[in-house]
């Protein structure tokens, strides 16, 4: 764990507007939280190396399919 006052490395992967971190990324926003907005074309992270936690939003779309979700294998490829 870092500690206090060191950036910790949380990302949020957010998958359209509506679905924020909430909470969660209020409480983390002061220990480095990035959010992706996929919806919005960010990129998501290329590894997970140094990161503590990933923080991933729901969303309209389907788990099995890409349709409306352009970056589901680049996700699943990084929880992998």
């Known amino acids: 764990m870092a500690d206090r006052g060191e950036a910790v490395?949380?990302?949020?992967?957010?998958?359209?507007?509506?679905?924020?971190?909430?909470?969660?990324?209020?409480?983390?926003?002061?220990?480095?939280?990035?959010?992706?907005?996929v919806w919005a074309g960010d990129p998501l992270p290329e590894s997970l190396a140094g990161v503590e936690a990933l923080v991933?939003?729901?969303?309209?779309?389907?788990?099995?399919?890409d349709a409306g979700f352009p970056a589901r294998r680049a996700e699943l490829d990084l929880l992998r």
């Open 9 to 37: 490395g949380v990302p949020v992967v957010q998958h359209v507007r509506a679905e924020g971190s909430h909470a969660t990324g209020e409480a983390l926003v002061t220990a480095g939280l990035r959010v992706c907005r």
């Open 56 to 65: 991933v939003t729901g969303g309209p779309m389907a788990a099995h399919g």
